[in-house]
T-cell receptor, first 115, second 111 residues
């Protein structure tokens, strides 16, 4: 158990809909990262937040948005869903952003299926 | 961050050492080598990381060549539960700390 909690574990929805994925980082971790893993793309970095502020952005579509709240949990919002958005979405957390080095702790993921 | 090259797949007999190679010929002086693994669609799991010295922890050993252009992850006594995709990642310390995952090596431990 990494200490990172993601909900829901599974989600099935239709094209055009909107969903919200939630992530609670490990206690004390200030950084949250979102990754997407689809069959043909591997693990793709989407976005990182540190203590409530966006810190780095990767291959995140404009239809997707995220935020980190004062209690440090994060939400990834996916809108106007397309079939190609079907994927595993992972959240990871780490103690700090920038400076030193250290590992990321990943949650078990949210599996999104768009029909 | 420097690019890494790993073999797409490897087999290892249960109980034997698994040696997973990684090439990172463009690594720069302040970049670390990280290893993660992913067991069948679970969240990736940190294994070990190093800068230039060899490192060992309860899971594995990391051997980095003197020129730092390649490294080897060693699982000393592989078990069936070590079957996973292993990712070698090179990342510098800095403000952007996300990991960039490549294709990894699918390690299959055979009974």
């Amino acid at each position: 158990d990494s200490g990172v909690t993601q909900t829901p574990k599974h989600l099935i929805t239709a094209t055009g809909q909107r969903v919200t994925l939630r992530c609670s980082p490990r206690s004390g971790d200030l950084s949250v990262y979102w990754y997407q893993q689809s069959l043909d793309q591997g693990l793709q970095f989407l976005i990182q937040y540190y203590n409530g502020e966006e810190r780095a952005k990767g291959n995140i579509l404009e239809r997707f948005s995220a935020q980190q709240f004062p209690d440090l949990h994060s939400e990834l919002n996916l809108s106007s869903l397309e079939l190609g958005d079907s994927a595993l979405y992972f959240c990871a957390s780490s103690v700090e952003s920038g400076g030193g080095h250290g590992e990321l702790f990943f949650g078990e993921g949210s599996r999104l299926t768009v029909l | 961050d420097a690019k890494t090259t790993q073999p797409p797949s490897m087999d290892c007999a249960e109980g034997r050492a698994a040696n997973l190679p990684c090439n990172h010929s463009t690594i720069s002086g302040n970049e670390y080598v990280y290893w993660y693994r992913q067991i069948h669609s679970q969240g990736p799991q940190y294994i070990i990381h190093g800068l230039k010295n060899n490192e060992t922890n309860e899971m594995a050993s990391l051997i980095i060549t003197e020129d730092r252009k390649s490294s080897t992850l060693i699982l000393p006594h592989a078990t069936l539960r070590d079957t996973a995709v292993y990712y070698c990642i090179v990342r510098g310390s800095g403000s952007a700390r996300q990991l960039t995952f490549g294709s990894g090596t699918q390690l299959t431990v055979l009974p």
